[in-house]
């Protein structure tokens, strides 16, 4: 009797790892494609300015910046309004 319900036991266990391996690998593989596909804009940092006083600002911000934030890589998008 305690054979039978050790047996029944590691095959319920054995069922469950067989089922979720494939089930995990199929999460893990969706989440690398995601991650693949991602759209990247390109750039890190977003300003936007419509006055002239907010001009002088914003260029002044992206000079510092530029300086010590990711290093060759492109950092603003501008958008004039």
């Known amino acids: 009797m305690e054979d039978d319900k050790s ?4 095959a319920v266990l ?3 790892l067989v089922i979720s391996l ?4 199929a999460v893990a593989l969706v989440w ?9 804009a390109g750039f ?3 300003l936007s300015h419509h006055k002239a006083a907010a001009g002088a600002l914003c260029r002044l911000l992206t000079v510092v910046l530029q ?3 990711r290093p060759g890589r492109m950092a603003f998008q501008f958008v004039q309004t």
């Open 22 to 25: 494939p089930v995990i690998t």
């Open 14 to 16: 054995l069922v469950c």
């Open 32 to 40: 690398i494609l995601m991650r693949l596909l991602r759209k990247d």
């Open 67 to 69: 300086e010590h934030y």
């Open 44 to 46: 890190t940092i977003f």
């Open 7 to 10: 047996s029944s036991l590691l």
